[in-house]
């Protein structure tokens, strides 16, 4: 299972656990402009890996103001239930 989140984050599993990451390019030598994955965490529930996906992009923004911050994740959350739908309809 690989199921792409917005632009920036990439959810996958294994018997195991889920696990997410962060879509990155290089920037310098020869593979410059390609992209690679780093890892963000695992997860063994899909709702934790979910609200880790959330809290690492809060994190990350520059938010200013609460309201600001509900937007950003309603944002999130809807990114992920568009990846979850496609995945599904595929």
Excluded: W
Aim: hydrophobic share 35%; charged share 20%.
């Amino acid at each position: 299972m690989q199921i792409d989140i917005g632009e920036k984050y990439v959810l996958t599993a294994d018997q195991y656990q889920y696990i997410v990451q962060e879509k990155k390019t290089v920037k310098e030598g020869k593979n410059a402009g390609s992209q690679y994955l780093s890892l963000v965490g695992y997860y063994p529930k899909l709702s934790q890996a979910i609200t880790g996906l959330i809290h690492l992009d809060v994190q990350l923004s520059d938010i200013q103001s609460l309201q600001a911050m509900e937007q950003h994740i309603s944002r999130v959350a809807m990114q992920c239930e568009q990846a979850f739908k496609e995945s599904v309809n595929v």
